[in-house]
Every structure is written in structure tokens, then in C-alpha cells.
């Protein structure tokens, strides 16, 4: 699927949760519970982990990221997986991040129900 169509998608799903009023344990975020978790998409290839921290520190403490990166040159590959202090945070992350435009780029913010950092990635931790 088309990672464009995927942030319409999300957001037709907020809108839609929104005209119903429906209750927090009926959402579509309840099945993410569980995880602490966001995918990140669409990222432009020069936000370093520092930069991306800045934009979604902005709804919760940020306590590990992984940006996914070429391993011969180096060069970021535009998406990354963080993780928040507390779950609570990716909903508003994904309610209020996805399909926002970075340096030109709309980006992408889903749920991750199952992730695991790499253990020897010397990737930032907090």
C-alpha cells in the first residue's frame, strides 16, 4: 500500500472516531496498548535522531529511537522506530504527527505492536 494512502487512511480513521465520540477503550489505538512504539515514515534523509526527538518530545518523553540506516554509507533511510516513556504518548503522537510535512516531506506515524531494538546497534538510548 502506498505509504500516502496509509496517513489518509489513519486520519479518516481519527475522523472518524471523532464524529462518533467513541470511548477510549473502543478505539482503534486500544489494540496498540500493549506498545510503547511508533514507526516513523517519509522522514527527510538529513533529521538526525536529535532533530526527531525535537519534533515528538513534543508529546511524551522519548526513551529510545532507532533510525534505520544504510549500513555501508551511513546515510539515514528516512524512517526510524521510537519509543515513549509512556504508551499514552504514541496516540498522540499518531493522532496529531501523521501526515504532517517536514522539510517538504509528509510523513508517516503509525502504532508498532511488536518491536524490538537492535542490542548492538549503538543506536541513541535515552
Same mark, same amino acid.
Given at each position: 500500500?502506498?505509504?500516502?494512502?496509509?496517513?489518509?487512511l489513519i486520519q479518516e480513521l481519527n475522523d472518524r472516531e471523532a464524529q462518533l465520540g467513541a470511548a477510549p477503550g473502543v478505539?482503534?489505538?486500544?489494540q496498540y496498548k500493549d506498545s510503547a512504539w511508533v514507526f516513523l515514515g517519509g522522514l527527510p534523509y538529513e533529521l538526525t535522531?536529535?532533530?526527531?526527538?525535537?519534533?515528538? #518530545?513534543?508529546?511524551?518523553? %522519548?526513551? *529510545?529511537?532507532?533510525?534505520? !540506516?544504510? $549500513?555501508?554509507?551511513?546515510?539515514?533511510?528516512?524512517?526510524?522506530?521510537?519509543?515513549?516513556?509512556?504508551?499514552? #504518548?504514541?496516540?498522540?503522537? %499518531?493522532? *496529531?504527527?501523521?501526515?504532517? !510535512?517536514? $522539510?517538504?516531506?509528509?510523513?508517516?506515524?503509525?502504532?508498532?505492536?511488536?518491536?524490538?531494538?537492535?542490542?548492538? #546497534?549503538?543506536?541513541?538510548?535515552?
Open positions: 500500500m502506498n505509504p500516502l494512502t496509509k496517513v489518509k478505539s482503534w489505538h486500544s535522531e536529535g532533530d526527531i526527538i525535537c519534533v515528538f #518530545s513534543q508529546y511524551g518523553e %522519548v526513551v *529510545n529511537i532507532h533510525l534505520v !540506516r544504510d $549500513k555501508r554509507t551511513g546515510r539515514s533511510k528516512g524512517f526510524c522506530f521510537l519509543c515513549y516513556e509512556d504508551q499514552r #504518548s504514541t496516540i498522540l503522537a %499518531v493522532d *496529531n504527527l501523521n501526515g504532517i !510535512r517536514i $522539510k517538504g516531506r509528509t510523513i508517516r506515524v503509525d502504532h508498532v505492536s511488536h518491536y524490538r531494538a537492535p542490542k548492538d #546497534s549503538g543506536e541513541a538510548r535515552m
